[in-house]
């Protein structure tokens, strides 16, 4: 029995303007078909799907392996596994993950486990601390971690830390407006022995021109808090994929990015 782990992008694009109307049948390329039947033999793997509708009608359909997981989420992960849990050492210590590289190209270490206590050997007192080691649930016209768009073209490598280009929040030139997270599932299909959720956001287009997206990815929030204030607050690319052929999206028209978690075993 082997284990795959699959995840995948959908992309929809709702109330679109100035589409030219060819009510052609959706199809996919050749090459996004070839492109996906590669990533069938692969660990990890998934798809990004596309999708303009007008008037209640599919104007265009497109589909894309998606092999975007980089080097900062295992490093992650690698510091989730090697956590005691129930941490019991010494005030404001932590379990140290290993150096993720921030948006900025910085490196800097993430929490894991955290735990703050204060005092003195006459009187204690406690600064209750908590946090989260790798947040995505970012809040409406927050576009700093979450699901995060962009217009750049450069190839996806394992090192990336950051989109090529990143679409900003708000309603300016070139700017999309970050919509709020929700997440649907998990569910877990014993008939086919798979398990599965969905994470998704919104973005709308208000600039006043058609945005050119040409990329997506998820930033992860760690993030640590207590009595005394803000311990430990690092953000940090954990995906990213390429929209290839990239997408127009119309003024007032609003794109919806569903990324789609799954586990099987066959």
């Not at 599919?58 to 005691?84: D, E, F, T």
């Not at 699901?147 to 989109?163: E, M, P």
């Amino acid at each position: 029995m082997s284990t795959t782990v699959r995840s995948s992008v959908k992309a929809q694009v709702f109330g679109a303007q100035n589409v030219t109307e060819t009510l052609k049948p959706p199809t996919l390329s050749n090459r996004i078909q070839a492109l996906s039947e590669e990533a069938e033999d692969t660990d990890v793997l998934g798809d990004i799907e596309i999708k303009i509708e007008k008037d209640g009608k599919v104007l265009q359909y497109g589909k894309h392996p998606m092999k975007s997981l980089v080097a900062n989420y295992i490093n992650l992960l690698y510091g989730l596994i090697n956590s005691v849990g129930g941490y019991t050492g010494s005030s404001g210590t932590s379990t140290v993950a290993p150096s993720v590289v921030k948006p900025d190209g910085t490196s800097t270490n993430t929490y894991t486990e955290w735990y703050s206590t204060v005092g003195s050997a006459s009187f204690y007192y406690y600064y209750y601390g908590g946090g989260t080691p790798m947040g995505c649930f970012a809040p409406a016209n927050d576009s700093s971690y979450g699901i995060v768009v962009g217009s750049g073209t450069n190839a996806v490598v394992i090192s990336d830390y950051k989109l090529g280009s990143q679409i900003t929040n708000g309603t300016g030139s070139g700017q999309l407006v970050y919509g709020q997270h929700t997440l649907v599932g998990p569910t877990v299909d014993t008939t086919n022995n798979k398990a599965y959720f969905s994470f998704v956001r919104s973005f709308v287009n208000r600039s006043g021109s058609t945005i050119t997206v040409s990329e997506c990815g998820i930033i992860a929030r760690n993030y640590w808090k207590d009595g005394g204030g803000v311990r430990q607050d690092v953000k940090y690319l954990i995906i990213r994929d390429l929209i290839n052929p990239p997408i127009q999206v119309p003024n007032t028209a609003t794109l919806t990015i569903t990324y789609y978690f799954e586990v099987s075993l066959s």
